[in-house]
């Protein structure tokens, strides 16, 4: 077997199920091959270590946009700024961008305590499903109620949220995009009707501000409205809520951190921040190469698919002492879980903030959680349970 191959092959191991519960031993290995070109021909860069991660992520030279990739040119044109250079990158954040500072966040605060406490007194402390009972309902209520989403339509948007983030994968791993096409065509009808509904009115949530922008004509194009709230919603409940799940199963698998925890509440972010390195919820994302780019020995042409395995930079030896130790005192806030860059995460604050509620909560009120049951999501792209099943000595209300 070739170098090549055997990458390759490490690479295809990643997409298989049995993967699924615990990636990090095949991350592991292709971080110490990388850098290191894969895929058909050798054709794409794939990164792994933390300083290479950070170093493309931050680099102008390297594209969001992956449609320039030759193998990725007929996958249908999006809006969403995600996948934007700059200017139109710079200009549609920037109209988004005063909703998710870190003090708008922070005054939702009281907000996803109601819910949490609201969704605790609920659960069978018997057999609670924390992915179905709060990891998905608190932060789609959210960010429903921050768009101006009605509560009543939450119910469509489990199912198309689903698969879109499943075609991540397919974007990865060249698998079949029809079902994204049909799922995003879903989603934009549904806005285009909600949109048409706002027109004229002054209400103050965020699709609504969004709308009069659209008015004016200048700023945003219905198809960048409708790409941006399909972004918006779908990133701002996926990604908590198997933040949430990786968060909890990291707990239940080191009892004394969970011990710590569940002694000194306090310590809630800290076991946040550390999920999101030991664990993260995004564990890839794509560049193209502007231009050309050198890295190691190697020379890449303009177009070259570049894979940023987050997930694997979170647990190099390099940047973390003693990566693989879940460490909730850890303190460090280095990990890429958000990115880094131009397109760092917009929603940090946000996601900070609900999912340390959820376990400052969670440590003060469940009483000695033990893990009955957990299964993965089938996605590599987007990493979490899908189910994650407790039973408990009691949730006080
Ligand atoms: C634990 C939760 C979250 C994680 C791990 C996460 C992760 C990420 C990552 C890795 C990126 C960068 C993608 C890239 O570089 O190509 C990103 C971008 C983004 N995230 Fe999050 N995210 C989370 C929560 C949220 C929330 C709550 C929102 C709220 C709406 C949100 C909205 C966005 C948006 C709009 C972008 C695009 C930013 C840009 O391109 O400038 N995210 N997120």
Request: proline share 7%.
């Amino acid at each position: 077997m070739t170098g090549l191959d055997s990458r390759n092959a490490l690479l295809a191991a990643l997409n298989r199920p049995s993967s699924r519960a615990d990636p990090y031993a095949l991350l592991r290995r292709l971080r110490e091959v990388s850098p290191a070109t894969v895929g058909p021909g050798g054709t794409m860069l794939l990164v792994a270590r933390h300083r290479d991660c950070d170093r493309v992520l931050r680099d102008p030279a390297m594209s969001s946009d992956y449609r320039r990739a030759p193998a990725l040119s007929s996958v249908r044109q999006t809006r969403m700024f995600v996948t934007l250079d700059p200017p139109d990158h710079t200009r549609l954040r920037r109209l988004v961008n005063k909703a998710f500072t870190p003090r708008a966040a922070a005054a939702l605060e009281p907000r996803a305590r109601a819910i949490v406490t609201e969704l605790l007194s609920t659960a069978d402390p018997d057999e609670f499903d924390v992915v179905s009972g709060l990891a998905y309902p608190l932060p789609l209520r959210i960010i429903c109620e921050m768009l101006g989403v009605p509560r009543g339509d939450i119910g469509l948007f489990a199912d198309w949220s689903d698969r879109l983030t499943q075609s991540l994968d397919a974007l990865m791993f060249r698998g079949d995009l029809a079902d994204r096409d049909q799922a995003q065509h879903e989603f934009a009808a549904y806005f285009a009707d909600l949109i048409a509904h706002r027109r004229g009115r002054d209400g103050d949530d965020l699709l609504s501000r969004l709308v009069r922008v659209e008015e004016n004509g200048d700023r945003l194009t219905e198809d960048e409205l409708i790409s941006t709230l399909i972004l918006l919603l779908t990133a701002g409940h996926e990604t908590i809520a198997n933040l949430i799940g990786n968060t909890l199963l990291a707990l239940l698998h080191h009892p004394d951190q969970l011990a710590a925890l569940r002694a000194d509440p306090a310590l809630a972010a800290g076991a946040v921040e550390e999920a999101l390195r030991y664990d993260p919820p995004v564990q890839l994302v794509a560049r193209t190469v502007r231009g050309g780019y050198r890295i190691g020995d190697l020379d890449l042409p303009d177009r070259t698919l570049v894979l940023v395995l987050l997930g694997a930079a979170g647990r190099d030896p390099g940047a973390f002492p003693d990566p693989d130790r879940y460490d909730i005192k850890r303190g460090s806030t280095a990990h890429l879980a958000f990115s880094a860059g131009p397109h760092f995460c917009l929603g940090a604050a946000l996601a900070r903030l609900q999912t340390t509620v959820v376990f400052e909560s969670f440590a003060g009120r469940v009483v000695d959680p033990e893990l009955v049951e957990v299964t993965h999501r089938p996605n590599v792209v987007m990493r979490g349970p899908g189910r994650l099943v407790i039973r408990t000595g009691g949730i006080a209300c």
